[in-house]
C-alpha cells in the first residue's frame, strides 16, 4: 500500500510540474507537450496534479474538453485506486 502512495505522489507532482513547463514553452513559442500527452498524465493517476496546474498556471482553463476530461480523469483515479486497494491487495 505505501507504494502505491508514493506513486500517487510522485505521477501528481510530475503532471503538476509538466503542465508548468508547458505553460512556460508556450509562452516562449517552443516545442510543446501534446495534449494527448497532458492527458496520459492525468488519466495514469495525475489528475489532481492537473487540475491544479492547469488552475495555477492558468494553462489549458479555456479549453472545454480539459474542464470535462481532467476532472474525469480525477474520479477515475479514486475508482481506479479503490478497486485496486478493495479487489485486488484487501483480498
Same mark, same amino acid.
Given at each position: 500500500?505505501?507504494?502505491? @502512495?508514493?506513486y500517487i505522489g510522485i505521477i501528481n507532482m510530475l503532471t503538476f510540474l509538466i503542465f508548468g513547463i508547458d505553460?512556460?514553452?508556450?509562452?516562449?513559442?517552443y516545442s510543446r507537450v501534446?495534449?494527448?500527452g497532458l492527458f496520459l498524465l492525468c488519466f495514469?493517476?495525475?489528475?489532481?496534479? /492537473?487540475?491544479?496546474g492547469m488552475y495555477t498556471f492558468r494553462?489549458?482553463?479555456?479549453?472545454? @474538453?480539459?474542464?470535462l476530461l481532467v476532472p474525469i480523469s480525477i474520479v477515475v483515479?479514486?475508482? /481506479?485506486w479503490?478497486?485496486?486497494y478493495?479487489?485486488?491487495i484487501n483480498n
Open positions: 500500500m505505501k507504494y502505491i @502512495y508514493i505553460k512556460y514553452k508556450a509562452k516562449k513559442n501534446s495534449e494527448k495514469i493517476g495525475g489528475g489532481i496534479g /492537473g487540475f491544479i494553462h489549458k482553463t479555456r479549453k472545454w @474538453y480539459f474542464n483515479g479514486v475508482y /481506479g479503490y478497486y485496486i478493495k479487489v485486488l
